[in-house]
């Protein structure tokens, strides 16, 4: 009881906050979670919501096992017991979200104190770009809170006890699975074990985590080749898509931006206006730094600094010209070589780099560059990619939460006034940004479903037209239907959606364009295309489509119910 006492009064501040943080995010996932039910799911979550019900025995006819598996996973086993419904893939997506907003506070914990994290955590939270897409059932944000714990315990597996490994690479695998993209979290992770290689004592405790993590996608693999006859079927169609050049992908695809400072450019937009305010603060911060130098009458510190680095690159030119080296051929590098090349590339120049200033001694210098890493590996990628959606920003947020609380707190300590050796500027910066972010969270909820609307009635759309086909014809599921919006009515008529593919300018591909303006050609390949794989109906989003074997009998909106001609006779 002594010692339960004991512990409680030691990290009483580290319980109220983190009882406080679960609280908080507890809430706006709630809030987050009323809102997605009330919109309906987004393409993707369709796909995913299929592949749930086949891994469920609940085979809806269509589906689409080219997507990550794991999300999928835990929401058939709801649907085992709960039957077919779009509502558990929300919840799950925001459970962990809510264990992803822990461990972004216990990864800012290893460096910070309390109240920092749990400001880093909470502005993590309520970030526009990750508010947008709670509870969605997407896998971006519970890709990235699964990578958070895997930093986390990579972290742990470093400085505390290498056994950690045993579970930060099963995690990080765990990520990989709830979205491909996440497998390069492996490169900033081993990165930091290679920095740190000389102080872990068991080495072999990293060979045992991964061999766990390959247990873990064995029955993946399993799962993949008895579907496809592949066991890499579903993994090299992700690593190939993600391969394709810039002359493969043309500008009339309506996610084409070839834009290489895309992310950069509308990074405001993605973390909101007091995440911005932090940034201020850290301007705040320099700018103070600056006119202390310039005015500093005594000069003795800042020369031995200047000395001490002047020293230090002249014992390193090598090391140094390598360094400028590598960066500039990074720099070059970018969209004219294969991305992994690119991120080579930069894992060369953060090595030297960390060399560089590894003999200063600075505090925790290994993990900030940890975290810097993990930052611009998926900026270089995102980035680099010609494919961009304003959603991959998801990927940056967590490490750029701790550049900005490494600065915050850089800077309230440069002007801190002391009061009992409590930095009182901290305090007041801290709870004025927290009461802040809470408020402004609350009140910008409701605009979430606002700007979805057009979503939320695409997908009642969906359900009305599906209704009335069920009762326009009975025996809807023996007749051949195409849509544009395949997953959605696949879901809704339980039934196997041949996908329409799009046709314009003598070109087709699967996905949207920027320009529906068709032409009279562009209209009698839609036609032929139907004609020729005998369809009964097609669903359309295109206005003004006129098809000579088809007839529209019913309208939701922007969808067209047509059914072929003959058949109407």
């Not at 519970?142 to 930060?168: E, G, N, P, Q, R």
């Amino acid at each position: 009881m002594f010692k339960f006492n004991s512990v409680i009064k030691n990290h009483l501040s580290f319980i109220i906050l983190i009882t406080l943080l679960i609280a908080v995010i507890s809430v706006i996932t709630y809030k987050c979670f009323q809102i997605q039910t009330s919109i309906g799911p987004i393409w993707d979550t369709y796909d995913l919501l299929s592949e749930a019900a086949f891994l469920a025995g609940q085979n809806i006819g269509y589906y689409d096992l080219v997507r990550p598996p794991f999300i999928p996973f835990l929401t058939s086993l709801i649907f085992m017991f709960e039957g077919l419904s779009t509502w558990p893939i929300m919840l799950i997506d925001g459970l962990i979200f809510i264990l992803g907003s822990v461990g972004i506070f216990l990864l800012l914990k290893l460096r910070f104190d309390n109240l920092t994290s749990f400001l880093g955590a909470l502005l993590f939270s309520t970030f526009p770009i990750i508010l947008t897409f709670v509870c969605s059932g997407l896998t971006d944000i519970s890709s990235v809170c699964i990578s958070i714990w895997a930093f986390y315990f990579t972290v742990l597996a470093v400085k505390k006890d290498s056994k950690w490994f045993c579970l930060s690479f099963p995690v990080a695998m765990i990520s990989f699975l709830t979205r491909f993209a996440s497998a390069l979290i492996i490169l900033p992770i081993l990165f930091y074990i290679l920095i740190n290689l000389k102080d872990i004592i068991r080495k072999k405790d990293i060979l045992i985590g991964i061999l766990f993590s390959f247990v873990l996608i064995l029955p993946v693999f399993w799962f993949f080749n008895v579907n496809f006859g592949d066991p890499f079927y579903t993994f090299s169609s992700f690593f190939g898509s993600s391969s394709r050049s810039i002359s493969e992908l043309t500008g009339t695809l309506f996610f084409y931006n070839p834009d290489l400072l895309y992310f950069v450019k509308n990074m405001p937009s993605f973390i909101g206006p007091q995440a911005i305010g932090v940034v201020l603060v850290i301007f705040l911060g320099f700018l103070v730094y600056l006119l202390k130098n310039i005015f500093n009458k005594n000069k003795s510190m800042e020369k031995t600094h200047n000395e001490s680095f002047k020293l230090l690159l002249k014992e390193n030119k090598l090391k140094f010209s390598f360094l400028i080296i590598s960066v500039l051929i990074l720099i070059v590098s970018l969209q004219r070589v294969h991305y992994l090349l690119s991120e080579a590339l930069l894992f060369v120049s953060l090595y030297l780099l960390y060399n560089l200033f590894k003999p200063l001694k600075f505090k925790d210098l290994d993990l900030d560059f940890f975290i810097f890493s993990w930052f611009l590996v998926f900026l270089i990628f995102h980035s680099v990619y010609v494919i961009k959606d304003y959603r991959y920003f998801i990927y940056m947020a967590p490490s750029l939460t701790y550049i900005l609380m490494r600065g915050f707190k850089w800077t309230t300590s440069l002007l801190g006034i002391k009061i009992k050796n409590r930095n009182l500027t901290h305090y007041l910066f801290s709870g004025f940004l927290i009461i802040l972010l809470i408020l402004s969270t609350y009140t910008s909820l409701p605009s979430i479903e606002e700007t979805n609307k057009d979503l939320k009635q695409l997908n009642q759309d969906s359900i009305n037209i599906g209704i009335w086909l069920v009762d326009h014809d009975p025996n809807y599921q023996t007749k051949v239907i195409y849509s544009d919006i395949w997953p959605y009515s696949g879901w809704h008529l339980k039934m196997n959606v041949n996908k329409m593919p799009q046709f314009h300018d003598n070109q087709v591909i699967d996905v949207g364009f920027k320009d529906y303006n068709l032409t009279t050609q562009d209209m009698w390949k839609y036609n032929d295309k139907l004609v020729s794989d005998h369809a009964d109906y097609y669903i359309s989003r295109k206005t003004d489509l006129t098809l000579t074997n088809y007839m529209p009998i019913k309208q939701y909106g922007t969808l067209t119910l047509y059914q072929r001609t003959d058949e109407l006779n």
